[in-house]
């Protein structure tokens, strides 16, 4: 079973930054999609960000985009969220996924595998 562990979040101010890590076991994190999403208190769990095995294909949600930015690697088992331009409405805690399957989901139900989470906190 993989595992994966985020860490990185924290309290921050409106309008800095984070950079979130995520850590997984084994050696086919290579083959892999990626994906961050994120679950606010009394809300379901959203979509952030996914990235496709090399790197070299990325999705975003509307609501993040062009202001959060998805990176792995590969050599280092690592998949990576940079958070800038924080609002207080980003604040939720944070959930690395994967899945075995190629192709970047949206959908929660499509990641084989889950972290425990990080929670980021947005003080206005």
């Known amino acids: 079973q993989v595992q994966l562990v985020e860490s990185g979040g924290g309290l921050v101010q409106a309008g800095g930054s984070l950079r979130l890590s995520c850590a997984a076991s084994g050696r086919a994190f290579s083959t892999y999609t990626m994906g961050w999403f994120r679950q606010a208190q009394g809300k379901e769990r959203e979509f952030v960000a996914g990235i496709s095995r090399s790197g070299g294909s990325t999705l975003y949600a509307d609501s993040v985009k062009d202001r959060f930015i998805i990176s792995r690697d590969n050599a280092k088992n690592t998949v990576y969220l940079q958070l800038n331009s924080l609002k207080p409405e980003d604040t939720a805690v944070y959930y690395c996924?994967?899945?075995?399957?190629?192709?970047?989901?949206?959908?929660?139900?499509?990641?084989?595998?889950w972290g425990q989470g990080t929670q980021v906190t947005v003080s206005s």
């Open positions: 996924a994967g899945r075995r399957s190629m192709g970047i989901s949206r959908a929660r139900r499509e990641y084989d595998f």
